[in-house]
């Protein structure tokens, strides 16, 4: 997740489509025509023009793809599909239980919806990327022949191997926890499954190097400590007076603002706790949206009906830096949206709807469009 | 490490028929391999009394049975003719023959889309390619309608039949968690981690169902782990890392928490894995698994290797090297990023295991060793069982942070070998 939207932003993207002829090829250029390599897919995120970055953790590696979906979206329009899994399912020639939706994104141009989705749960799933488009049939994006360009990630300092002959490997992976497109940069969470340590990158695109992660440091109030080694569930780009910044959601979710221009190689930041939204949940996915001349963010976690925060107060609210005990709140205020229930994935269809997979109660996923609350 | 097919498994593959397909015309084939499988299934498939000379049949494809091919013939020259020039985009191909899946018992929901593959037409005959392998426990059904040919003539509704289910896997012996580190059964209040070991690949996705955290009275701790939805496997998928969520690791004088610690000291948990938790082949684990373990008081020391006692290794041998920790360390990181140079730095490999609980590392070199001065090298992302780094407890406010930081990210010691 996922995309822009701040006051100061939307008409930057208005112009960049305006302009769009002209900065094809700039984006473009470097891509190389063909079928990318994908060993998974995990989150996703739409940039300009309708590149699509793919995280593939497997293959520790970022992929951009030119879907060429660039025909904006003419109206409004609802998405909607009831057991998207088992269409996918059958679509793909195997049953329900063997699909996992691992990411849902809105194309911002076409307001075509795109999922990750794994055929299989094992080490030999597939990975197939799915498109709903407004007649609300799920159809799988063909990758055969498309524009590509890929970044490969860095692996840890230390890339040992253990076992011998040829069971020999590097039991070591980096999952990406969350995926960002914002100006020129593709942002990146990640956190490691044996050293206990988050890293954000931020790649420039088109993609040249990667550079190293950088480490991330926030102040955690709700534990009385410094949090050195939190990971990032997920972020959004958010432009705080005037100045590009992630708002991330961590582990019992405390959101953390931190300025994008602090991203550098090997720096450590110390973010700023904007709030404590309390305990005994997990965040998933985030959007900021505008309504009645407002904006405010749309957290979407575990355990509760959605979260909407409005963010009148980023700026001038007060940094969390004693402990909140006891799992209150503090920081900017919030009210939960109880009738959204079941939300596993989330992202904004137009300026009215949000898109949401939703489990429910037979625990069959549907795609469904939502009123913005 | 990955199943072999049960190719003795019952080959269910059809024959054309009109519908509705009576059971008895169900052939159940029990060929002793593979291959004579396909061979009865395509005798089976013979054209017999198809009233318009159609036949619709699978035919398997060579090797582990995910791959099978439909394939119509019969069609007369004319229909064949324009099938070939009329260039028909997928959903004019999906009304003639369609390929659907019946999940387990149930029939086939309606509403759903026939599966995706490529058609062709050659020599005569109408095929269909799945783009997917086939999985075992589901039945195919492709549906062949004449009547949407180009010029047919065929009854309105008419259509043929066949299924097909290919083989299941082999069952040799069933997945287990063979070990869950750390292997002490006495950890630490802040624990950090847990390892999960399996003897096979399993499968992702809402994994944290089967996994529970029980404390002595058998009530279950709520949401003790870091639950992800990338789940953190290693690229076999058969090690599962299991974080504590960090908001549950108990801080210092008191928890801050409503929900609380998860782990406190002074008492005892079962970590347990159930068996309905499903290995990469689909199948339950042939059982759960319980550690049982007590909780001593945290640990918030950063680990000292100038304390680690490495044991001398004579020249010319084998012999493994032991290096013992004063406290159990990661098995991951312990084993994977320690590494033993040579004088002028080039690494000397080996074979590392850890014994007594991960408080001992023992390295196997693969040449003997000589005479001169060997480094053991640690880098400072090591951890204890508590998550601290060499010169970084896991819970520091950063201004300490800074200070205590070391400046070089690995720490070397020298030994000699005489």
């Known amino acids: ?373 | 490490m990955f199943r072999r097919l049960h190719r003795t498994a019952t080959l269910l593959a059809l024959v054309a028929v009109y519908l509705p397909i009576p059971s008895s015309l169900l052939a159940r084939v029990h060929p002793d391999t593979f291959h004579r499988q396909a061979a009865i299934v395509t005798q089976g498939i013979s054209p017999s009394a198809k009233p318009e000379g159609y036949s619709l049949r699978w035919v398997p494809g060579s090797g582990d049975g995910r791959t099978a091919r439909v394939e119509v013939s019969g069609l007369s020259l004319g229909a064949l003719k324009a099938l070939q020039n009329l260039r028909w985009n997928l959903a004019d191909w999906k009304r003639v023959l369609a390929i659907y899946t019946e999940q387990g018992n149930s029939a086939p929901a309606s509403g759903l889309p026939p599966m995706l593959g490529t058609y062709r037409v050659q020599s005569g005959i109408v095929s269909f390619e799945p783009q997917f392998p086939l999985d075992p426990g589901v039945v195919y059904r492709a549906e062949f309608r004449p009547d949407q040919l180009p010029g047919s003539q065929s009854a309105k509704d008419a259509r043929l039949v066949a299924v097909f289910k290919p083989p299941a896997m082999r069952q040799g012996p069933r997945t287990v968690v063979q070990q869950i580190f750390p292997s002490s059964l006495t950890l630490p209040e802040n624990l950090l981690k847990f390892y999960v070991h399996f003897s096979a690949p399993m499968s992702r996705g809402r994994i944290y169902e089967h996994i529970h955290l029980r404390n002595d009275a058998g009530k279950e701790i709520e949401l003790p782990f870091l639950e992800i939805d990338e789940e953190l496997w290693d690229p076999t998928m058969t090690r599962l890392t299991l974080f504590i969520d960090p908001g549950r690791i108990k801080r210092g004088v008191r928890p801050l928490e409503e929900i609380g610690p998860a782990l406190e000291t002074g008492k005892s948990y079962s970590l347990l894995i159930d068996s309905e938790w499903k290995d990469g082949a689909g199948e339950p684990l042939q059982t759960g698994f319980e550690k049982h373990f007590m909780v001593a008081a945290p640990d918030r020391d950063p680990p000292d290797p100038a304390s680690w006692k490495i044991q001398a290794v004579p020249s010319g041998t084998r012999e493994p090297l032991r290096v013992t920790f004063p406290e159990p360390m990661d098995h991951a990181l312990a084993q994977r990023v320690i590494q033993v140079v040579t004088d002028s730095g080039r690494e000397f490999p080996g074979e590392v295991t850890l014994e007594d609980q991960e408080r001992r590392w023992v390295f196997v070199p693969v040449n003997p060793w000589r005479s001169g001065t060997y480094q053991l090298l640690v880098p400072t992302t090591i951890e204890d069982l508590a998550g601290n780094n060499i010169g970084k407890p896991f819970e520091v406010d950063l201004f300490e942070e800074v200070q205590r930081r070391l400046a070089t990210p690995t720490v070397k010691l020298p030994f000699e070998v005489r």
């Not at chain 1, 939960?336 to 949000?354: F, H, K, M, N, R």
Request: proline residues 7%; contains cysteine; aromatic residues 6%.
């Open chain 1, 1 to 373: 997740m996922k995309r822009i939207a701040s006051c100061s932003v939307l008409p930057l993207l208005v112009l960049g489509l305006l302009i769009q002829g002209a900065q094809a090829s700039k984006l473009t250029a470097d891509m190389k025509e063909g079928k990318p390599t994908l060993q998974s897919m995990g989150p996703l995120a739409f940039g300009p023009e309708g590149i699509l970055f793919v995280a593939d953790t497997k293959g520790a590696a970022i992929v951009a793809i030119a879907t060429g979906d660039t025909t904006p979206a003419s109206g409004a329009k609802l998405l909607k599909v009831e057991g998207v899994n088992q269409k996918i399912a059958a679509l793909l020639g195997t049953s329900a239980d063997q699909v996992l939706i691992d990411d849902m994104v809105v194309n911002p141009i076409s307001h075509n919806a795109y999922l990750a989705v794994s055929r299989g749960r094992g080490p030999d799933a597939v990975p197939v990327l799915v498109r709903v488009k407004a007649d609300s049939q799920p159809e799988v994006v063909s990758l055969e022949k498309v524009k590509f360009s890929r970044a490969d990630l860095p692996d840890a300092p230390v890339d040992g191997v253990v076992g011998q002959g040829n069971r020999q490997s590097n039991p070591r992976r980096e999952s990406i926890t969350d995926l960002g497109f914002f100006d020129d940069r593709v942002l990146i969470a990640g956190l490691a499954n044996e050293e206990f340590s988050s890293t954000l990158r931020a790649i420039p695109f088109p993609f040249k190097s990667v550079i190293n992660g950088t480490n991330v440091e926030i102040y955690h109030g709700a534990h009385g400590r410094f949090e050195t080694r939190a990971p990032v569930r997920t972020f959004v780009p958010f432009t705080v007076a005037k100045q590009p910044h992630l708002l991330a959601a961590y582990t019992c979710t405390p959101l953390v603002q931190f300025p994008l221009a602090a991203l550098k190689p090997g720096a450590k930041i110390m973010g700023k706790t904007v709030a404590e939204l309390g305990n005994r949940n997990r965040p998933l996915d985030m959007i900021v949206y505008q309504k009645g001349g407002k904006e405010y963010l749309l957290l979407a976690n575990s355990s509760r009906g959605i979260m909407k925060i409005s963010t009148d107060q980023l700026e001038s609210v007060e940094k969390i830096e004693a402990p909140v005990p006891d799992g209150n709140k503090k920081g900017l205020p919030y009210e939960t949206v109880e009738s959204w229930t079941g939300i596993d994935q989330l992202d904004q269809l137009d300026s009215q709807y949000a898109l949401v997979v939703r489990r429910t109660e037979g625990g069959s996923l549907n795609l469904e469009s939502l009123p913005l609350p």
